[in-house]
C-alpha cells in the first residue's frame, strides 16, 4: 500500500504481515527526499473502552498471573504477613459491608491502594472514635468513590485483604500514624499488587476511565517503586508494570526503554550482587521525586523513606535528611532548577542544606576528582518519631574549611522571571554560575545582600583550577549559626588558599 501527500513530497509504504496473534508492519517513508525505514512496527490494539469492565480486568488478571508465575525478579506473590490492620472484603458481589481487622500475626496476600488524597473533607478517616465499629463492619456505599472502586477490583482479582493509608492507620493518633507511616515501604513491598488510581484528582472521583489529574502525587512515586506489581487505572486503559515487563491494553508501551520500575529493580540488584555504587541511583531518585507535587508538603522525606530503607539496607550506613554519610559532600552537590525556583518554605522541614527543604525540581551535580575538600565535623538529625529516615525535629552540621564574605547581586529587572545573580567575593572576584536554592527577591530590596561563601571541595582535574562554594548567610536568630541559600562554581580556587580554616554550623 502506498499513501502520497497532494505535493508528493512525502509517501508512505505499509506492508504487513499477520495472522489471528501479531502483526508485524514494516514502513518505508520520504521526507525531504530522505528515506527512511521503520522494521517491527507494533500494531495497536483498542482498549476496552471503560477500565472498570470485566474485559478489561480480566485482561489484569491474566498480566499478575503471567508475573507470578514466569517472572523470577518480580517474585511469585508468595502469602505474606498482613500490615497491622487490613480490610477485611467480604467474597461475593451481593456484599456491601466490609470490615477493619487487625493482621499482625496472619499470613495471606493483600493489594494495597496508591493515590492522590486530595482535600481530607473528601475522606472518611479511620480514627480512635471510629475504630471500634469499623471493627465489626460497616457499609462500602459510605466510602469515597476511589475506595469503592479499588474494592470492586480487589475483589475481581479474587483477593479478600485491602490496605488503603487513611482506612488503616488511625488518623488522629500521632503516635499510630508514625509507627505505621514508617512501615509503609515494607507494606508496599510485600504485596502481592498495588492498584493505582493514576488519573484520579482525590478519592472523590473513582478510578475509572478520567481525564489525567493537573498534578502526579509524589507519594505514588515511592509506591511505583517498592511494589513488586501495579496496576494503573489510567484514563482510556489499564497498564500494568513490574519489575521484568509493562503492558497495556493497546500494547503500544515501547518495549527498549526500561521503566522507572525496571530501572530501580536493576540497579538495587547490581549494586547488591557485584557491588556497584549506589549513590548515582540514589541522584536519579532525588531528581524524579523532587519532579513531582503532594498532598501534604511537610511528608517530603517520610514520603520517601521507604526508598531510602531499602537502599540503606544495601549500602549500610547512615542518612541525614535525604543524604549519605559516605557521599556526604557530594550530595550536598545539588541545586534548584532554575526554571521551577519557588518561594522559601515558611515553616521548617529539612535542614537547609539538604534538597529536602525546598520544594520544586533540583539537578544533583557530579563532584569533580577532588583534590582538597571541608571536614564534616558533626552531622545531626533528630527525628519526630521512631522512624529515623522520616520527618524532622531539627539538623545541622558542623563543617570546617576555607570560608569568606561577599556579596550576591541581582542582574536585569526584579520583575522578570529570567533574573540571574552573581557574586562578588570580600577579594574581588566575579562569580557568575550562582544558583540559589529558592526566590530570594525579597530578601533583595536594594539589589544586593551580604552572604559568605564557603568551599565545599575543590580540584585540578582538567583545564585548570575548579571547585564548589556553598553560598550561606547567617542566621539572625541563632549566634553563629548559618544557612544554605545556594551554590556557585568556581573556576580558580587558589585564592582560598589565603583565608584560614573556620568552623561553622549550618542548619
Same mark, same amino acid.
Given at each position: &500500500?502506498?499513501?502520497?501527500?497532494?505535493?508528493?513530497?512525502?509517501?508512505f509504504n505499509y506492508?504487513?504481515?499477520?495472522?489471528l496473534?501479531n502483526?508485524?508492519?514494516w514502513?518505508?517513508t520520504s521526507?525531504l527526499?530522505?528515506?527512511i525505514?521503520f522494521?517491527?512496527v507494533r #500494531?495497536?490494539?483498542?482498549p476496552?473502552?471503560?477500565?472498570g469492565s470485566?474485559l478489561?480486568?480480566?485482561?489484569a488478571?491474566?498480566?499478575?498471573?503471567?508475573c507470578?508465575?514466569?517472572h523470577? &525478579?518480580?517474585?511469585?506473590?508468595s502469602?505474606r504477613?498482613?500490615p497491622?490492620?487490613?480490610?477485611?472484603?467480604c467474597?461475593?458481589e451481593?456484599c456491601?459491608?466490609?470490615?477493619?481487622?487487625?493482621?499482625?500475626?496472619?499470613i495471606?496476600?493483600y493489594?494495597?491502594l496508591?493515590?492522590c488524597?486530595g482535600q481530607?473533607g473528601?475522606?472518611r478517616?479511620?480514627?480512635?472514635?471510629t475504630?471500634s465499629s469499623w471493627l465489626? /463492619?460497616f457499609?462500602?456505599?459510605?466510602l469515597?468513590q476511589t475506595y469503592q472502586d479499588?474494592?470492586?477490583v480487589?475483589?475481581?482479582?479474587?483477593l479478600r485483604?485491602?490496605?488503603?493509608?487513611?482506612l488503616?492507620?488511625i488518623?488522629?493518633?500521632?503516635?499510630d $500514624?508514625e509507627r505505621?507511616s514508617?512501615?509503609m515501604g515494607?507494606i508496599y513491598q510485600?504485596?502481592?499488587?498495588?492498584?493505582? /488510581?493514576?488519573?484520579?484528582?482525590d478519592?472523590?472521583v473513582?478510578?475509572?476511565s478520567?481525564?489525567?489529574?493537573?498534578h502526579r502525587p509524589? !507519594?505514588?512515586?515511592?509506591?511505583?517503586?517498592?511494589?513488586p506489581r501495579?496496576?494503573?487505572?489510567?484514563?482510556e486503559?489499564?497498564?500494568?508494570?513490574?519489575v521484568?515487563?509493562?503492558?497495556?491494553?493497546?500494547?503500544y508501551?515501547p518495549?527498549?526503554r526500561?521503566?522507572?520500575?525496571e530501572k530501580h529493580a536493576?540497579s538495587?540488584d547490581?549494586?547488591?550482587?557485584?557491588?556497584?555504587?549506589?549513590h548515582?541511583?540514589?541522584?536519579?531518585? !532525588?531528581e524524579?521525586?523532587c519532579e513531582?507535587?503532594m498532598t501534604?508538603?511537610?511528608?517530603k522525606?517520610?514520603?520517601i523513606?521507604?526508598?531510602?530503607?531499602?537502599v540503606?539496607?544495601?549500602?549500610?550506613?547512615?542518612?541525614?535528611a535525604?543524604l549519605?554519610?559516605?557521599?556526604f559532600?557530594?550530595?550536598?552537590?545539588?541545586r534548584a532548577n532554575?526554571?521551577?525556583r519557588r518561594p522559601k518554605?515558611?515553616?521548617?522541614?529539612a535542614?537547609?542544606w539538604? $534538597?529536602a527543604?525546598?520544594?520544586g525540581?533540583?539537578?544533583?551535580g557530579? /563532584?569533580?576528582a577532588v583534590?582538597r575538600s571541608?571536614?564534616?565535623?558533626?552531622l545531626?538529625?533528630?527525628?519526630s518519631?521512631s522512624? #529515623?529516615?522520616?520527618?524532622?525535629d531539627?539538623a $545541622? &552540621?558542623?563543617?570546617s574549611g576555607?570560608f569568606?564574605?561577599? &556579596?550576591l547581586h541581582?542582574?536585569?529587572?526584579?520583575?522578570?522571571?529570567?533574573k540571574t545573580?552573581?557574586?562578588?567575593?570580600?577579594?574581588?572576584h566575579n562569580l557568575?554560575?550562582v544558583?540559589?536554592?529558592?526566590?530570594?527577591s525579597?530578601d533583595?530590596?536594594i539589589?544586593?545582600?551580604?552572604?559568605?561563601?564557603?568551599l565545599?571541595?575543590s580540584?585540578?582535574?582538567?583545564?585548570?583550577?575548579s571547585g564548589?562554594?556553598l553560598l550561606?548567610r547567617?542566621?539572625?536568630?541563632?549566634?553563629?549559626a548559618y544557612?544554605r541559600?545556594?551554590i556557585?562554581n568556581?573556576?580558580?580556587?587558589s585564592y582560598?588558599d589565603?583565608?584560614?580554616?573556620t568552623r561553622i554550623?549550618?542548619?
Open positions: &500500500m502506498t499513501l502520497r501527500t497532494a505535493s508528493d513530497s512525502m509517501f506492508l504487513v504481515r499477520s495472522n496473534l502483526a508485524d508492519i514502513v518505508e521526507l527526499g530522505q528515506h525505514q522494521e517491527n #500494531m495497536g490494539k483498542a476496552s473502552g471503560f477500565t470485566n478489561a480486568l480480566n485482561l488478571l491474566e498480566w499478575i498471573t503471567d507470578t508465575s514466569k523470577k &525478579m518480580c517474585g511469585d506473590g502469602l504477613t498482613l497491622t490492620r487490613v480490610l477485611d472484603l467474597i461475593g451481593n456491601l459491608e466490609a470490615s477493619i481487622i487487625t493482621g499482625e500475626g496472619k495471606a496476600r493489594c494495597t496508591s493515590h488524597w481530607r473528601n475522606h478517616l479511620l480514627t480512635k472514635a475504630l465489626t /463492619a457499609y462500602i456505599g459510605e469515597p479499588v474494592i470492586a480487589t475483589k475481581q482479582l479474587v485483604y485491602l490496605w488503603i493509608d487513611s488503616c492507620i488518623q488522629d493518633d500521632q503516635e $500514624w505505621e514508617s512501615k515494607d510485600n504485596s502481592y499488587i498495588t492498584i493505582a /488510581a493514576t488519573c484520579a484528582a478519592s472523590s473513582g478510578m475509572f478520567h481525564a489525567r489529574p493537573i509524589r !507519594v505514588v512515586y515511592q509506591e511505583r517503586l517498592l511494589s501495579i496496576l494503573h487505572f489510567l484514563r486503559e489499564l497498564a500494568c508494570e513490574c521484568e515487563t509493562k503492558r497495556c491494553e493497546c500494547n508501551f518495549s527498549a526500561m521503566s522507572v520500575k536493576k538495587l547490581a549494586s547488591l550482587h557485584r557491588k556497584l555504587p549506589l548515582s541511583r540514589w541522584h536519579s531518585i !532525588v524524579e521525586y513531582l507535587s501534604f508538603e511537610k511528608d522525606l517520610t514520603a523513606s521507604g526508598v531510602a530503607r531499602q540503606q539496607s544495601i549500602l549500610n550506613e547512615s542518612y541525614f535525604g549519605w554519610s559516605s557521599s559532600k557530594e550530595d550536598l552537590y545539588w532554575t526554571k521551577f518554605l515558611q515553616k521548617w522541614r535542614p537547609s539538604s $534538597w527543604a525546598i520544594n525540581r533540583v539537578i544533583c557530579s /563532584a569533580p583534590e571541608a571536614d564534616i565535623l558533626d545531626v538529625c533528630n527525628p518519631s522512624d #529515623m529516615l522520616g520527618e524532622l531539627s $545541622w &552540621m558542623e563543617i576555607s569568606c564574605k561577599g &556579596m541581582s542582574v536585569g529587572s526584579p520583575d522578570s522571571d529570567s545573580f552573581n557574586v562578588r567575593t570580600e577579594t574581588g557568575r554560575s544558583f540559589l536554592d529558592y526566590d530570594i525579597e533583595l530590596p539589589g544586593s545582600l551580604d552572604i559568605f561563601l564557603f565545599l571541595y580540584s585540578d582535574e582538567g583545564k585548570g583550577q564548589v562554594l550561606l547567617k542566621v539572625a536568630a541563632e549566634r553563629a544557612e541559600i545556594g556557585t568556581l573556576d580558580v580556587w582560598f589565603s583565608f584560614p580554616k554550623k549550618v542548619i
